[in-house]
């Protein structure tokens, strides 16, 4: 009970559970749930924790949704709860619940190379702020900056930003798009349903009907070269993940790396490589030689926001990381 701290990464989709060691910041016994299968995330914490026979005191949960009062809502499930009536049905001393990309930057520091894979730039800069971002279910984005010798994770909801087109085809998406949605946001494009948002704008700008596909769908066809409404999709997906990348390295100045999270990208990492990504991400006009150093990032470690819920509340115990 006392070397032990309950972590959680709670997505849109599923719930990861996990027991982190608050010594070395190891993960163990890790779970994964679906979002259908539970009222709230409450009762699946009770599960994991009866089939884990273990009492734990202090908690720290990672949750895709704005963390700003006790109230939370999640964006894309139907979750509502208190989390000071959470913390009190649990029977914790301590309960920690922050932004999912907040925990993804907290486990920036304690990912080593075998963690990740980089996409061009030179090596990062040690203390310098740092960026990431990742599509999944929606589009996390967050930043970490180090002070005093302690991370800080700046949270926000960039994913939300407006999407900004940077050629012709991008503005027959846009258009297409706006008819639909209204506004349009980044996350309408970069992420899973944003796949087929981009495909079914590129099949409607030439006049035609898109049939129904999923995002995995689409990804496999492009990769299987069987369906060219799907090579374009994926490829324009890649570019504009780039173009969004290189505005979050504007602006903070991000030479200590950028970090790309989610499922999606591992997924077509072949394709990735050979794409317009990193070029897009440094096509910033007179800006371009100041994003050509900056690394990117590919976080290939499985479990970042258990990883980083970790890191967060073991820095709060006065853990050094």
């Not at 203390?127 to 984005?141: H, R, S």
């Not at 700046?154 to 407006?162: A, K, L, N, Q, T």
């Not at 950028?258 to 490589?273: D, H, M, S």
Request: positive net charge; contains cysteine.
């Amino acid at each position: 009970m006392k070397t032990y701290v309950l972590v959680g990464d709670i997505g849109g989709t599923n719930i990861r559970l996990a027991l982190c060691n608050i010594y070395t910041g190891n993960i163990y016994k890790i779970s994964i749930y679906s979002g259908k299968d539970y009222k709230n995330p409450e009762e699946t914490i009770f599960n994991y924790l009866k089939n884990q026979k273990i009492k734990i005191k202090m908690a720290c949960i990672a949750i895709a949704c704005p963390i700003t009062e006790d109230w939370i809502a999640m964006t894309n499930h139907s979750w509502k709860f208190s989390i000071k009536n959470m913390k009190s049905n649990l029977k914790l001393d301590i309960l920690e619940i922050i932004n999912d990309f907040t925990a993804i930057s907290m486990a920036i520091p304690m990912l080593n190379k075998q963690d990740i894979i980089q996409f061009g730039g030179n090596n990062a800069i040690k203390g310098k702020p740092i960026a990431i971002y990742g599509a999944g279910t929606g589009l996390g984005v967050s930043h970490l900056i180090n002070i005093n010798n302690k991370w800080v994770s700046i949270p926000g909801e960039g994913g939300h930003v407006d999407f900004a087109s940077s050629s012709k085809e991008e503005d027959n998406i846009l258009s297409i798009l706006r008819e639909e949605f209204g506004r349009v946001s980044a996350e309408r494009v970069l992420s899973g349903p944003g796949l087929v948002n981009i495909y079914k704008a590129i099949v409607k700008s030439e006049g035609r009907s898109p049939i129904n596909l999923l995002p995995k769908q689409i990804t496999y066809k492009a990769i299987q070269k069987t369906c060219f409404d799907s090579i374009r999709t994926l490829t324009l997906f890649c570019t504009l993940m780039g173009r969004f990348g290189g505005n979050l390295a504007l602006n903070m100045g991000t030479f200590g790396g950028v970090y790309i999270a989610g499922g999606i990208i591992p997924k077509f990492l072949k394709f990735f490589y050979k794409s317009n990504f990193r070029r897009a991400f440094e096509d910033k006009g007179r800006f371009k030689k100041y994003l050509e150093n900056i690394p990117v990032y590919l976080i290939k470690h499985k479990q970042p926001g258990l990883l980083g819920a970790g890191t967060h509340i073991r820095q709060i115990m006065g853990y050094k990381i």
